[in-house]
């Protein structure tokens, strides 16, 4: 597996959440001014200008953590930079505020798909205290899960006994997993950990689940034919061959 590579997915199919944003994005960067897809200092004043006029936290707080996105997707580093510092700035800022969360776990995927793994770490573990403490509101619902991915990939053998009773505490906690692109990030990290821990009853089991939703491939809504589509790799699917076999 190269290096950064993601076990499961790229970050446009973790969820539908992340999905509806790129196509909202996408429509409506050219409209609203807290969705500038390119920054200089002159956008960055008129932003700055009309964020001071935004009435209370929870707006000002959402604003700024939508424009940081817009940044951190782009595929300019400087703005990308630009993004993670207004994104930390949410966190910062607005502590108390719903978005200050989802800051969290955005820059958690980013630094995921950065491999930087010791930061994306950093920010599931504040989103999965949240989970456990609060609710799993105004996320992707995931972040537990991409923990544990993290775990996996940077073979913490010390951790995997963390990982697995974060998945028995899944639904516990609140998670769902209504997309099958979802069902499948699920089943498959959960094979693979399993596999590595030598519980080759429940890898089997999972491994064979995740095979099965793999070949479904009518899309589950009408309007968004590819939100929720499971984009699995041949690798991805060998290895959970080979992991449905290891009893």
């Given at each position: 597996m190269i290096e950064g590579q993601l076990i499961?997915?790229?970050?446009?199919n973790y969820s539908a959440e992340y999905q509806v944003?790129?196509?909202?994005?996408?429509?409506m960067s050219k409209e609203d001014w807290y969705r500038n897809t390119s920054w200089n200092e002159e956008i960055e004043e008129a932003f700055e200008?009309?964020?001071?006029?935004?009435?209370?936290?929870?707006?000002?707080?959402q604003y700024l953590r939508i424009q940081a996105s817009h940044l951190l997707y782009s595929q300019n580093e400087k703005f990308q930079e630009k993004g993670v510092e207004l994104m930390k700035r949410v966190i910062s800022s607005y502590p108390n505020e719903s978005d200050s969360v989802f800051a969290?776990?955005?820059?958690?995927?980013?630094?995921?798909?950065?491999?930087?793994?010791?930061?994306a770490e950093k920010y599931f573990r504040v989103v999965t205290e949240f989970y456990y403490t609060k609710n799993r509101s105004n996320t992707s619902g995931l972040a537990d899960l991409?923990?544990?991915?993290?775990?996996?990939?940077?073979?913490?053998?010390e951790k995997f006994e963390?990982?697995?009773?974060?998945?028995?505490?899944?639904?516990?906690?609140?998670?769902?997993?209504?997309?099958?692109?979802?069902?499948?990030?699920?089943g498959n990290l959960r094979a693979n950990l399993c596999y590595e821990m030598k519980k080759y009853d429940e890898?089997?089991?999972?491994?064979?689940?995740?095979?099965?939703?793999a070949q479904i491939t009518e899309p589950q809504f009408n309007k968004h034919k590819t939100v929720g589509l499971v984009n699995a790799t041949e690798e991805q699917i060998e290895k959970l061959k080979m992991i449905e076999k290891c009893l």
């Open positions: 499961i997915q790229n970050l446009s944003f790129n196509l909202i994005g996408k429509k200008n009309r964020l001071k006029r935004s009435r209370g936290d929870f707006n000002k707080s969290n776990e955005q820059l958690g995927d980013f630094y995921l798909a950065k491999s930087d793994f010791e930061n991409k923990l544990c991915e993290v775990i996996l990939q940077t073979k913490q053998k963390e990982a697995y009773k974060i998945f028995n505490k899944f639904e516990k906690t609140g998670g769902r997993l209504l997309l099958n692109s979802d069902r499948f990030y699920y890898a089997s089991e999972f491994a064979k689940q995740t095979l099965e939703i």
